[in-house]
């Protein structure tokens, strides 16, 4: 039985070991692999295990993705955007068991999951359409001076288990229409769909040119740690980033890398604003359905106008406490289960600390663990404020469903309460008055801006991080060219 069958029949899928899928086939699980168990985070039961890749897996990953890639690399680019093209096909003829087993692996609601692979398969398409955008230029000097963009080669995509395959069909797509082979390393807690895309899919691009890892931590470490592996990409928290950074370094190669990491987001509301349309954008931007909070560009920081900061809060509470939470599979649910017991924890533990720190709850901050959920990973969406400037819940990304209010007085205070801490991944400004909407979006430190918005991206917009938030972009054509490096060349005319 398929991946994604096991998932649509409705029943828990056998407790089975997945492997990885390398050089066009999945693996043998092997007697002495190390396996990690991969469970359901609405019921916490396991649902599957995956034996670990680790440095060995990863190794042989290399070697498929070296003997397929000079005919990749052949292929002409037009045929390459074909074949992209039918890999989301594909997908599409799936999507539904797709985002079943999303649900089933992430926690995350089904209807949220539908639109993720949507999502996904939207972005092929428009990778596909950039096929001829990976275009050199020439430079106007004595003789004829061209660059090209040639590909990499083999490129690890690591991906975080948010949205696993979105980022699965959108990553393998922009690697591979600029002649890459790929090595995509799901999570080890939310593993099953990029492996499923990978059995989807088999067949319609030569083997090796896709590959996905099963592994955790040893997986990850061993990717860095190649030696010819030299462009990656990381989705992921910023502690990790960092020691992918240092084992990158004692590989002994320069390595190029981008990485899309945490953030602790502002959402700036001056007093100007329309109440009702704001409070309903709040708690929008924190992404409570969908991801339970957990996503990096949530709007987590509301700084808010002390005049209107009681009549807002109250409407955001209002709205917080209407959120439907349930069992990710029932169509009516609009927020789910985190991914794991202990991230739930973490978060509860934040919250309490906060609220030593003499911050306010004001809806939430409890894990339900009573009726129908109480077996699974929930808690309630949460409400703070009162939180203090400088405290570890005005700072620290919670990457959980917690909203922190802090307030302010003045546009200048606003803007370095915006500016505070290590992160700068997006930014809201709420205001009616124009020249104050530009003012804070020019001075504001991160790599994303919404003005009057949150929360809606559109793929064609490049993202990403600054400072802790990451290096380098995503999306848009900033992506595909990403994967490529440049050649200069220099012809003397005689
Ligand atoms: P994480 O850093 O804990 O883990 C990410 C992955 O890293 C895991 O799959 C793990 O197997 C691997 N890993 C762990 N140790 C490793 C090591 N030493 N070397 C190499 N790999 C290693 O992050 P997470 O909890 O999976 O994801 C949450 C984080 O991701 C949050 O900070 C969130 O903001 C961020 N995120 C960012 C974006 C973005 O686009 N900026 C999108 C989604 C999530």
Redesign the pocket.
């Known amino acids: 039985m398929s991946i994604a069958e096991q998932a649509v029949t409705g029943t828990q899928p056998d407790v089975r070991t997945y492997t990885s899928f390398i050089g066009g086939r999945f693996e043998d699980a092997g007697s002495d692999a190390d396996l990690i168990e991969v469970r359901d985070p609405a019921t916490w039961r396991v649902i599957g295990r995956i034996a670990d890749a680790g440095p060995a897996g990863i190794d042989r990953a290399v070697v498929a993705s070296e003997a397929a890639w000079p005919a990749w690399k052949a292929t002409p680019a037009r045929e390459r955007a074909a074949l992209v093209e039918q890999l989301a096909d594909r997908l599409a003829e799936h999507q539904d068991e797709i985002a079943r087993l999303d649900a089933l692996d992430t926690g995350n609601p089904l209807v949220a999951m539908r639109a993720d692979i949507a999502k996904g398969i939207h972005q092929m398409h428009e990778a596909a359409g950039l096929a001829f955008e990976t275009k050199g230029e020439t430079i106007p000097l004595p003789g004829l001076h061209y660059t090209t963009r040639e590909p990499w080669g083999v490129v690890a995509r690591?991906?975080?288990?948010?949205?696993p395959a979105m980022?699965t069909a959108a990553r393998i797509a922009t690697a591979l229409i600029t002649g890459n082979c790929v090595i995509v390393?799901?999570?080890?807690?939310a593993p099953l769909s990029p492996l499923a895309i990978a059995e989807i899919t088999a067949g319609i691009v030569p083997d090796g040119v896709i590959n996905v890892v099963a592994?955790?931590?040893?997986?990850?470490?061993?990717?860095?740690a190649h030696p010819r592996i030299l462009r990656i990409t990381?989705?992921?928290?910023?502690?990790?980033?960092l020691?992918?950074q240092a084992?990158a370094a004692a590989s002994g190669r320069v390595k190029s890398m981008t990485?899309?990491?945490?953030?602790k987001n502002p959402i700036v509301v001056f007093p100007d604003v329309d109440l009702d349309e704001t409070a309903a954008a709040i708690v929008r931007g924190m992404n409570y359905a969908r991801v339970q909070g957990?996503?990096?560009?949530a709007t987590s920081r509301l700084i808010i106008h002390r005049d209107i900061a009681e009549a807002v809060l109250e409407r955001v509470v209002e709205r917080t406490r209407r959120i439907r939470i349930g069992m990710p599979v029932d169509p009516e649910t609009e927020m789910g289960a985190m991914?794991t017991k202990s991230?739930r924890s973490r978060v509860v533990d934040m919250v309490q600390r906060a609220t030593g720190d003499g911050a306010r709850v004001l809806t939430g901050g409890n894990a339900i663990e009573e009726g129908e959920l109480g077996a699974g990973a929930f808690l309630e969406p949460t409400v703070v404020d009162r939180v203090a400037r400088g405290s570890e819940l005005a700072d620290v990304?919670v990457?959980g469903p917690v909203l922190a209010a802090l307030t302010f007085e003045t546009e200048d205070e606003a803007l370095a309460m915006a500016n505070d801490g290590p992160f700068g991944?997006t930014a809201a400004i709420w205001t009616k008055d124009i020249d104050r909407a530009f003012r804070m979006a020019n001075a504001i430190e991160t790599g994303y801006v919404w003005i009057n918005d949150v929360e809606t991206r559109f793929p064609a917009v490049p993202?990403?991080?600054w400072g802790d938030?990451?290096v380098g972009l995503?999306h848009g054509l900033e992506e595909v060219l990403s994967m490529t490096r440049v050649k200069a060349v220099n012809v003397r005319l005689r």
């Open positions: 690591m991906v975080t288990f948010n949205h980022f390393k799901p999570s080890e807690l592994g955790g931590p040893a997986t990850g470490g061993a990717i860095a990381f989705t992921g928290s910023t502690p990790t980033a020691k992918i084992a990485f899309e990491l945490g953030g957990q996503s990096c560009g991914i991230a990304e990457f991944l993202f990403g991080g938030s990451g995503e």
